[in-house]
């Protein structure tokens, strides 16, 4: 198996310990790690792999690997799965893309619709999958179609016939393997106010110096998470000694920085 997919071009990775790609910096060893870098390359792995002995990986921002890490295999999409395109109003990008350069090819080319994404890390496979966004615009605004792998079938779904809700897109047992976001051609300075003003909401509120996945929790209709916490006193409740502060310096180098230079 190794043999074939390192032929086709995927890196195999033995005992890769999951700490090293999530950003809360926990997790054990996955029994393999294997990246995939084309198409021809998913379609062959597929057909080795049954799904239910991998999982789909994308940045890691919002995920808690066990200590004990994964009996399987992990998959992330690599290579032409982090490519990005644009005709006219529409990005195409890969599953694997990161949703930070997508924001920033928008915005370079005057495109609006995704400034509900601004500061969200990870790739747009990851954010389609949770539908990421904020309380009330969500990614899946902006989507126009996805294609995805399931049971060995590729397979392109719109919009209008997926089932996105509240961080939820359907998608969850497929893989997203691209994206096309429809966008509005508009006016830079508009967008520009709407990501600042996200951007300063996050930095007031989010530990960006520290490993974390941002907001955990889902809020549960017509309440706040972090209001309920609050009441029951358990903010800022710790148990255990939590990270080091060498491994949250890391963590901002990799991210906060990223986040801070790359998506303006
Ligand atoms: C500082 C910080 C702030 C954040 N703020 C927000 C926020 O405001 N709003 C918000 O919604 N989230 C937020 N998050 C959480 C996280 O960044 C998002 O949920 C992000 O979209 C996850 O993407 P990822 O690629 O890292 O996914 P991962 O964490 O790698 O995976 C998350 C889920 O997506 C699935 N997945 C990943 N890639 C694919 C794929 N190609 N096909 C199918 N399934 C896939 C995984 O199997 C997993 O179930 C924040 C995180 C951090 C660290």
């Given at each position: 198996m190794i043999e074939l997919l390192s032929s086709l071009g995927c890196r195999v990775l033995k005992d890769e310990p999951l700490s090293m790609h999530c950003s809360f910096k926990i997790g054990g060893p996955a029994d393999f790690f294997i990246e995939i870098p084309n198409e021809p390359a998913l379609s062959e792995f597929l057909k080795i792999i049954p799904d239910d002995r991998f999982y789909i990986l994308g940045g890691g921002t919002n995920i808690l690997f066990s200590?004990?890490?994964?009996?399987g295999t992990i998959v992330r999409l690599t290579g032409d799965f982090k490519k990005i395109s644009i005709s006219r109003d529409e990005i195409l990008c890969g599953g694997g893309a990161l949703l930070s350069d997508v924001l920033k090819t928008a915005y370079e080319n005057d495109l609006?619709?995704?400034?509900?994404?601004?500061?969200?890390?990870?790739t747009v496979g990851g954010a389609i999958c949770g539908n990421a966004g904020g309380r009330d615009k969500w990614i899946s605004d902006a989507v126009k179609s996805v294609e995805v792998y399931e049971n060995l079938k590729r397979e392109f779904i719109s919009r209008e016939k997926a089932v996105f809700g509240y961080r939820k897109s359907?998608?969850?047992?497929?893989?997203?393997?691209k994206a096309i976001f429809s966008l509005k051609e508009d006016i830079k300075k508009d967008s520009l106010k709407e990501i600042s003003e996200n951007m300063q909401k996050r930095l007031e509120t989010q530990?960006?110096?520290?490993p974390n996945v941002g907001s955990v929790f889902k809020n549960p209709d017509g309440f706040s998470v972090g209001k309920l916490i609050e009441e029951v006193g358990l903010k800022g409740k710790c148990v255990g000694?939590?990270?080091g502060f060498g491994t949250s310096r890391k963590f901002y180098s990799k991210y906060g920085e990223a986040l801070l230079q790359k998506t303006f």
């Open positions: 200590d004990e890490g994964y009996r609006t619709g995704l400034e509900c994404a601004i500061g969200i890390l990870g359907g998608f969850e047992n497929c893989i997203i393997s530990p960006l110096n520290m000694k939590g990270a």
